[in-house]
Every structure is written in structure tokens, then in C-alpha cells.
């Protein structure tokens, strides 16, 4: 046990090693893509009017001791250079983005309701994937540290 009560040990054979490192480098590596891809998104975008046709809340049980997490779902059309679409995007990550709290959750669509009117953002090289909100999210950022920690753990047992 170390000084400070807390002791990760990883894996006890080279294979579960191999293996949490392999996920851990995974994980690093979509995480990265991901947030490249949105913040790309995010700069080549264009604006056009949609309409929200589906807003609410889920909850989601982790299975842990922490108990439930949120996730703001929401659905618009719109239409961009002349063909209909829609899209479920708050944000141009792919990964979502769960909160601990309703509300907190329910801050993220604040502002939207459902038959309203809403700009929305295309980004023209993928104009199937609109999103509503014009900034990048931490999602991808926690995947990548997520997978970095697996890396570190699982590197440091296939070494051991």
C-alpha cells in the first residue's frame, strides 16, 4: 500500500497488461481524433436555421456506487443547400458528454424548445451531423486522459 492508503496495481499477467494498454492507447487515440474532428467542426462551420422537434433529459444508471448520470438529448431539422436534414448533436463530438446532476444537464439545452426556431451549425464536409452549440466539447479530453491513465497502468504492469 502506498503512503497515501491508495495503491493501483493494474494487471496481474503480461496479457490483462498488454491488453490495458492496447485499450488505453485505443481510447487515447479516438479521444484525440474525436477532438480534432470537432474542433474542425467547429472552425469550418456554417449557420443555418433549424426547428427542435425533440427535447429532454435521459438518465442513465452506471451501475456503480455513484448512481445516475444525464444526458441532454435533443432532435432539429434543418435544411442545408437545398436537401433536408436531421441531427441529434448538441455538440460535434462524437462522444457524449453525461453530467452528474439534472440540472446541470438541462442548462446544456437551456434556451431551446421544442417547435421553436434554433441556429444550428453545418460543417459543410459533413453537413449529415449538425450540431447546436458552436464550441468544442471536454468529452473527447476525458476519453484521452481515461486512456492515458489505462496506458500508464498497463505499461507499468507489462513491465513490472
Known sequence: ??????????????????????????????????????SNAVDDAVEVDATVTELDIESTSTGSEAGVDYRPTVRFT????????????????????????????????EGYAVGESATAYVDPSDPDAAFLK????NAPLVAIVIGLLFALVGGRSAIR
Do not use: K, W
Open 78 to 109: 434543418y435544411e442545408y443547400e437545398g436537401t433536408e436534414y436531421a441531427s441529434t448533436n448538441v455538440f460535434p463530438s462524437a462522444i457524449t458528454s453525461n453530467y452528474d446532476t439534472e440540472s446541470a444537464a438541462r442548462s446544456v439545452i
Open 1 to 38: 500500500m502506498g503512503d497515501d492508503g491508495l495503491t493501483i496495481s493494474g494487471p496481474n499477467t503480461v496479457r490483462g497488461a498488454v491488453l490495458m494498454l492496447m485499450i488505453g492507447l485505443a481510447a487515447t487515440g479516438y479521444g484525440a481524433y474525436d477532438y480534432t474532428q470537432q
Open 134 to 137: 458552436d464550441r468544442t466539447s
